[in-house]
């Protein structure tokens, strides 16, 4: 699910940066996104949803491909957070629904 943040710390050589990018995946404990920024794995990031003003501070946790524009970077809250994007995830005791039977027998 795409969803517009902002994102702020030190890239690689310690600089400060701020930019808006695009989420690729989300879900309740971090996402990945697109950063055109020199990261470091465990690098401490605060990103903002726009939407809600709300902050949450995350940690590198992957380092994907690089390419001329930006880097593939998978980001882990700090702290739970599972409200952050506005979604609502699956419960820890969610269940789906049974799987169908394949029987032929007729009733």
């Known amino acids: 699910m795409r969803v517009r943040i902002v994102v702020a710390g030190k890239n690689r050589v310690r600089k400060r ?3 808006t990018c695009e989420t690729i995946v989300i879900n309740a404990h971090g996402g990945l996104l697109y ?4 990261l470091e794995m465990s690098a401490m990031l605060v990103i903002t949803n726009p939407f809600t003003q709300e902050e949450q501070e995350c940690r590198v946790v992957y380092l994907g491909e690089e390419t001329d524009k930006a ?3 998978g980001i882990e809250f700090l702290t739970p957070a599972p409200h952050f994007w506005g979604v609502e995830f699956a419960q820890p005791d969610w269940q789906g629904a049974p799987a169908p039977s394949n029987s032929s027998q007729p009733n």
């Open 35 to 38: 950063i055109a920024q020199p």
């Open 71 to 73: 880097q593939l970077v």
């Open 17 to 19: 940066f701020r930019q």
